[in-house]
Each structure stands twice: as structure tokens, then as C-alpha cells.
């Protein structure tokens, strides 16, 4: 059974950096299902968003609204893909997600909805 795992939340100021790591444990008849994977966030009373997805080494999207503050990445060795904040603001504060979905490079994008599994979670506060 695939199980993603997310780490590295917490509280920064304003303009401050965080990375979270999302670590997936899986079988090898799961390992169509890690290939692309992604990032998401939600904030208190609003709806789930897309931030970054990545399939295998490749970041295939970003949200434009990030303009350019957050990476996406994976290290393999550890079956692990983060993503590095920069520049944080308050509008990033929330629980962060990752998931990951059996799905090609071509549609590996925030701009689908995504099943697949999901982590639990971490939060974000981004705060003075």
C-alpha cells in the first residue's frame, strides 16, 4: 500500500523559508502510482489549491501565483519530493498536501483534478 508521508511544516515570519518533504513508502507493483506527484495546499475556508506537480526528476507545473518562490523536487534515493518556500507570505499559510497519482507526464498538473493518494498533511503558518 503507497503511503505518503509530509514533514518540514511550522511557523516562519513573513519573507522567511521553509521545506516540506513528502516521503513515499511503496511496493514495486505500486510504482506507476509515484511518478507524479504533487503538491497542494488549503487554507482555512477556502478551497484546495494546486501548487507544483512533478513527474519523476522533471517539475511539470507551477502555480502562477508562486512567481517563482517555491520549487518542486525529488530525490530519489531517499523516495522523497519536496518543496522549498522562499519568500514566504501570510496568504501561504495553510496545510500543505502531498499526493501522487498513476498518470502520464502530459497530464501530470495542477490544472486536473487529482484522486490518487494523499498525505495527511502539514501546516503552515506564516506569521509575525
Known amino acids: 500500500e503507497l503511503q505518503l508521508v509530509e514533514s518540514g511544516g511550522g511557523l516562519v515570519q513573513p519573507g522567511g523559508s521553509l521545506t516540506l518533504s513528502c516521503e513515499y513508502r511503496?511496493?514495486?507493483?505500486?510504482?506507476?502510482?509515484?511518478?507524479?506527484m504533487g503538491w497542494f495546499r488549503q487554507a482555512p475556508g477556502k478551497g484546495r489549491e494546486g501548487i507544483a506537480t512533478?513527474?519523476?526528476?522533471?517539475?511539470?507545473t507551477y502555480a502562477p501565483f508562486l512567481k517563482g518562490r517555491f520549487t518542486i523536487s525529488r530525490e530519489r534515493s531517499k523516495n522523497t519530493v519536496s518543496l522549498q518556500m522562499n519568500n514566504l507570505k501570510p496568504d501561504d499559510s495553510g496545510m500543505y498536501y502531498c499526493?501522487?497519482?498513476?498518470?502520464?507526464?502530459?497530464?501530470?498538473?495542477?490544472?486536473?483534478?487529482?484522486?490518487?493518494?494523499w498525505g495527511r498533511g502539514v501546516q503552515v503558518t506564516v506569521s509575525s
Open positions: 499526493a501522487s497519482e498513476s498518470r502520464s507526464r502530459s497530464v501530470c498538473s495542477i490544472d486536473f483534478t487529482w484522486g490518487g493518494t
Open positions: 511503496y511496493s514495486s507493483w505500486d510504482i506507476s502510482e509515484v511518478g507524479c
Open positions: 512533478i513527474y519523476w526528476d522533471e517539475p511539470t
